[in-house]
């Protein structure tokens, strides 16, 4: 019967299909990796053959011209001097100008180029999906965007404005789109796909898997490198105008990246009359939903906050379910908005008929304290600067990136250091850990015989002790 | 760094417009010079700033590099590119402004191509020649959409376009403005950084905004006497000095040049009462000239004829799906 008792422990067919599973894709991808090197080597070769060629070339040449080249005629003297220096020594003397590299511009690759693995969602804006790159063995994220046939204005300008902001962003923390490509059918324009850089999860999946929320040392490395980021689109004069944990993306090295402009949009200063309809409301900033028309990276710095307090709590920090909820757990949590807190709040569109309650008699201030007992005074210092109601109190980014708050121990921990996750959109899962069954009726209790247990306590001197309660700290 | 550089034109690309089509060099500079016109004027029009109106210029200039010119009808080339740039922008412009104007452009009331210096009699202002009846809308928007997914997929959705207006103030400003009036220099280097748009050397496709910059700088700066550093200051700038003389003489070509081909175009569209040259004047000025035409008409008229046969079969289906509802 023992033999019978050990076999529900043991793994079970599909775990040895997926193993299986595993260890091909492994092989496959150590196949690819190979052939990858040898083209690289190869192709390195060729480009050092060449280039030998053509320095040859050009030293035979320069031996027989002897000189620049008679196009390269300069008429002021000090020049000519200059010449017959660099003549000698040609990399000390010339001018040592910037060249502005753009690149150049032609025909979209062809879709074809990408084998599809799975897909991975569907948004509003389009279908997303996993798939590789035939010639590099590369995984990619392919975006399909989503075009309306009936739509009077032609392509979408989301997607457009989606391509054009991502085309210009180069940073560490904002997702790269390596090219945009087409089907192959080019008489008609309907398939459009962004090829985006494949990051393993959202961070909205694994705040909803995880068991245990993250560190407070995770926490601080993912807001800084949401800070970083954010910083680095305002620099740029770019809105995001739709930051959420959805649309943020995180890879098995801890790296965080902002995904999804579909929302997002170049801006000047003083800033244009904008839309209020941005954000998803839960993120939505008070001023929005307050109806103003001229806003700036502050919203994107509401919605950082409230990314904050999901980070902590796991939860959507304000749920609200339509815009006048939404500003009830606003004011609940922040407190009602006052002469001091928010002078200019008056003015707003939507304030003029609103009733607030007298600021008199209850407490009517932020509760954000009492909400996160756990965090540190700088850490609610800083909360409470990106919650602040009126939009001009509210920290930028990179005042942000200077906060007290990342300083303080604990340190951000190293992104190298962070934990994986099992990533939905590669379609892996979590390892179901199965508990032991009941004993069936009529089994036989196992006999365990002579067995030795003086060795569990041994050590247990060496084992670090503490971290068995914590602090309310209000 | 985005807003310093610019996607150029390779030389393989520069080098196909002499193969690409079996238009005459000489006939492809007047196509491009009274197309990029006829956007500028729709931009006035249509009251854009000239920040959209000149990005849409460097489009077209780059599309037609990627796809022949006579594939499609110029002025419609034009209103993709002009709609499709204030639709990125801050000022977006409906389907239906943008149908009444080049109604207006192209009709025999227009003003545009007339010149200036030397005006024949206005032509009489008829409202019915720009009336822009409820189908001819419909069939210039849907044109103009299927037009605008071409041009961006001509160009692989990349519309990023640096102009070096603001970089030309900038280096004002550095230069101190040579000492002379702001809006005077300020205003001529404008002026050759907008004509330098309508030029047949494509120069915004072969020069980084800030070598077109500093040659704009530099030409204001002659024409207005002012006096400029006695150091190679442009290097400060990064451009060279080869390329700048390059550019200067370019732009300093433009205005000349562009008044004869004014009068060649006159001259091309005979004796019809319109602004714009269109596909058909070239296709006449090419059998005039002996050119064989049967290739040109041949690729093109098929085209056309699959195009309006769709535009057709669509406007029906609306038509019956609006009766039926």
């Known amino acids: 019967m023992a033999s019978k008792a050990k076999s529900r422990w043991a793994d079970d067919e599909a775990d040895a299909a997926l193993e299986a599973q595993l260890k091909k894709e492994k092989e496959e991808k150590k196949r690819l990796k190979a052939e990858k090197a040898r083209r690289l080597e190869e192709e390195k070769k060729a480009r050092e053959a060449t280039a030998a060629a053509a320095q040859a070339q050009a030293q035979a040449e320069g031996d027989g011209a002897n000189g620049p080249p008679a196009k390269r005629r300069r008429i002021s003297p000090e020049r000519e001097t200059a010449q017959a220096a660099a003549a000698s020594d040609e990399n000390t003397n010339a001018p040592k100008l910037l060249r502005f590299g753009g690149g150049a511009f032609g025909r979209p690759r062809s879709v074809e180029n990408y084998d599809k693995l799975n897909d991975i969602e569907e948004g509003a804006y389009g279908w997303v999906s996993r798939a590789k790159e035939v010639a590099t063995g590369e995984v990619v994220a392919l975006k399909r965007l989503k075009i309306d046939p009936k739509d009077r204005g032609g392509l979408p300008v989301t997607g457009l404005r989606e391509i054009q902001i991502l085309k210009d962003c180069d940073h560490r923390n904002v997702v790269k789109l390596r090219e945009v490509v087409v089907g192959d059918d080019t008489s008609r324009i309907e398939n459009i796909f962004l090829v985006l850089e494949f990051l393993e999860h959202d961070l909205k999946s694994i705040l909803e898997d995880m068991p245990e929320p993250f560190l407070a040392s995770e926490v601080k490395t993912l807001l800084r490198q949401l800070a970083s980021g954010v910083a680095y689109l305002h620099d740029n004069w770019i809105l995001h105008r739709d930051l959420k944990t959805s649309n943020l993306l995180l890879n098995n090295r801890g790296q965080l990246k902002i995904a999804d402009f579909g929302m997002a949009r170049y801006v000047g200063d003083p800033p244009p009359k904008l839309t209020q309809l941005v954000v998803t409301l839960w993120y939505r900033a008070p001023e929005l939903l307050l109806g103003t028309s001229r806003y700036d990276g502050a919203i994107d710095m509401w919605s950082v906050g409230c990314i904050f307090g999901e980070l902590l709590t796991r939860e959507p920090l304000l749920q609200g379910r339509n815009e006048v909820d939404e500003l009830t757990k606003i004011f609940e949590l922040c407190g009602v908005p006052t002469e001091e807190s928010w002078p200019s709040f008056r003015r707003l569109p939507n304030a003029r008929g609103l009733r607030l309650p007298s600021s008199g008699g209850r407490a009517t201030g932020s509760t954000i304290r009492a909400k996160f007992p756990l965090l540190t005074a700088a850490g609610v210092g800083l909360l409470n600067g990106l919650l602040a109601l009126d939009p001009e109190k509210r920290p930028t980014a990179k005042e942000m990136l200077a906060h007290e708050y990342f300083r303080q121990d604990p340190k951000p921990k190293q992104e190298a250091m962070f934990p994986t996750f099992p990533s939905k959109a590669g379609q892996e899962r979590r390892r179901r850990r199965e508990t032991p069954n009941a004993p069936a009726r009529g089994q036989q209790a196992a006999d365990l015989g002579a067995v030795d247990f003086t060795g569990i306590f041994s050590g247990r001197e060496r084992e670090e002790r503490g971290g068995g309660f914590s602090l309310r700290m209000v | ?325």
Not at chain 2, 243 to 257: A, I, K, N, T
């Open chain 2, 1 to 325: 760094m985005s807003h310093m550089s610019n996607p150029l034109a390779t030389p393989d690309q520069l080098f196909q417009r002499r193969s690409i089509d079996a238009l005459p060099i000489e006939l492809q500079d007047a196509i491009f010079f009274a197309t990029q016109c006829l956007t500028q004027a729709a931009g006035i029009l249509l009251q854009l700033p000239q920040s959209v109106t000149a990005q849409a210029n460097v489009l077209l200039a780059r599309y037609w590099l990627v796809e022949p010119m006579m594939s499609h009808e110029f002025s419609d080339v034009s209103a993709a590119t002009i709609y499709l740039t204030a639709k990125l922008s801050a000022h977006p412009r409906s389907p239906r402004d943008l149908a009444n104007v080049y109604a207006y452009l192209l009709s025999r009331s227009t003003a545009f191509f007339h010149n200036p210096k030397n005006p024949p009699p206005p032509p009489p202002n008829d409202p019915s020649s720009y009336y822009l009846s409820e189908a001819a809308y419909h069939a210039f928007r849907n044109r103009v959409l299927a037009l605008e997914a071409r041009v961006l997929c001509a160009l692989a959705f990349d519309t990023h376009v640096a102009l070096p207006h603001p970089l030309a103030v900038t280096y004002l400003q550095a230069l101190e403005f040579l000492g002379v009036p702001k809006d005077r220099i300020a205003k001529k280097a404008v002026a050759y950084l907008n004509a330098a748009l309508l030029s047949p050397q494509m120069l915004y496709l072969t020069s980084q905004p800030n070598a077109l910059a500093v040659a704009a700088v530099y030409n204001a700066a002659r024409d207005i006497g002012a006096k400029m550093p006695e150091c190679e200051w442009w290097e400060v700038f990064d451009v060279e000095r080869e390329e700048l003389g390059f550019l200067v003489v370019g732009m300093r070509s433009v205005d000349g040049w562009g008044r004869k081909m004014r009068a060649d175009l006159k001259g091309m569209m005979r004796g019809a009462e319109r602004g714009m040259v269109t596909r058909r004047d070239v296709e006449d000025e090419l059998r005039r000239r002996g050119v064989e035409v049967v290739v040109v008409r041949a690729a093109s008229g098929n085209e056309v004829d699959a195009e309006e046969e769709a535009a057709r079969r669509m406007d029906e289906k609306m038509a019956s799906l609006e009766a039926g509802g």
